[in-house]
């Protein structure tokens, strides 16, 4: 019991393949659906290789990570037609570096835009539409 709560729960994730399925595996990088969070075009980046923070980045993982935040980002634009990408990282929970790319819609009403998109996540929550849009973002990244 002991040995499976040592476990990186993000070393874990990006072990197998998560349901929804990948949408972009590549140098130093990982994206998916995070489990709880499945709302259509939020994702997790997940550093494959366990580092704890951006400060642990090496030359290339901080030059790899720019660029497929950007693809992602301009991906979940285009598929989505979200107004805004949003990006947060907090390395609260799980001390492996992941960072969350969040869909902001034309439609999302003022009071939840920003910070406060956090507190949205129940509403905004539907599993079959989180991996329709995660099909069709690998899809375009392919
Ligand atoms: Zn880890």
Redesign the pocket.
């Known amino acids: 019991m002991a040995a499976a709560d040592d476990l990186?729960?993000?070393?874990v994730l990006v072990g197998d393949e998560p349901a929804g399925g990948w949408v972009l595996v590549e140098q130093e990088w990982a994206a998916c659906v995070l489990p709880g969070f499945e709302v259509p075009g939020w994702l997790v980046v997940i550093a494959l290789r366990?580092v704890e923070s951006l400060a642990d980045l090496d030359d290339e993982q901080q030059r790899s990570l720019g660029l497929v935040l950007a693809r992602l980002s301009g991906g979940i634009r285009s598929v989505l037609g979200a107004e805004k990408v949003y990006l947060l990282s907090f390395g609260e929970n799980?001390?492996?570096l992941h960072l969350m790319l969040m869909s902001r819609m034309p439609d999302l009403a003022e009071e939840y835009r920003g910070p406060e998109i956090v507190k949205a996540r129940e509403r905004l929550l539907n599993v079959e539409a989180a991996y329709e849009a995660a099909a069709a973002l690998r899809e375009l990244l392919r």
């Open positions: 990186c729960a993000m070393c366990h799980h001390p492996h």
